[in-house]
């Protein structure tokens, strides 16, 4: 039997992502908290898209933690542990719930929609990626929207790492979304972000390739991260 997943949100994400448990812990003492509750409430949106069989119930959970991220910005959190958190460790730098809500979008495409074209992809990418490297440059000090540039790729790794190519997204759709992203040197604050780029961008080679991509939290992966750090590329 698999092995529950944990409810702290580091554990969360060293559970599910080994690849963005690594980038935090590339980054700067302080951000950590507040990136692995970022992940975190991803994760927790990206495990009701995989765990649900009924899309309305799924909508129901998903309206669920909209509400409760709206509700951050005015009043104290409730006894979730992500939740918890994001009031502890995000807010306090700028980010509000209100900001994180474009999530809540991005998964529900996932849940609702049967084929992504071009605005659908785009629309996904930017409320996903987009937002939530956005919010983690604001933990670390670095631009909002370079950051989003490194999401956007993020994104589009993550997508087709799950299986989500086929048939949410045609093989020529994912060319030319590939081909806008040529990504650029990361200023040092951005760098644990980068690295994540960098990954998605090898993955979505192979996966054009026709090559499945590496285990995420490799050896080979973790060497590549650590390079991004010390050089930006």
Known sequence: MADA????PAGRVRYADRDRYVAVLLAPAPARDGLFALFALDL???????????????????????EQL???DSAAAPAQPTLAALS???????ITGASLEPLEDAHLALLLDEHFDAAKLEAHLANRGGVLFAASARLLGG???????????WALGDFVRRGERPPYLSVTLL?????????????????????????ASIDIGATLAGRAPAPRGSAGRQLRMFATLLTGR
């Open 88 to 94: 502890r460790f995000a807010l306090p730098a700028g």
């Open 5 to 8: 997943m944990p409810e702290d």
């Open 70 to 72: 709206v509700r951050l």
């Open 143 to 153: 631009d909002p929207d370079v950051a989003r540039r490194f999401g956007r790729v």
């Open 44 to 66: 927790e949106l990206a495990q009701i898209v995989a765990t649900t069989t009924e899309p309305l119930l799924g909508e129901i959970r998903l309206a669920w933690w909209r």
């Open 175 to 199: 060319e030319s979304a590939n081909q806008r992203d040529d990504l650029p040197a990361a200023p040092r604050a951005l760098r644990p972000l980068a690295a994540l780029a960098r990954m």
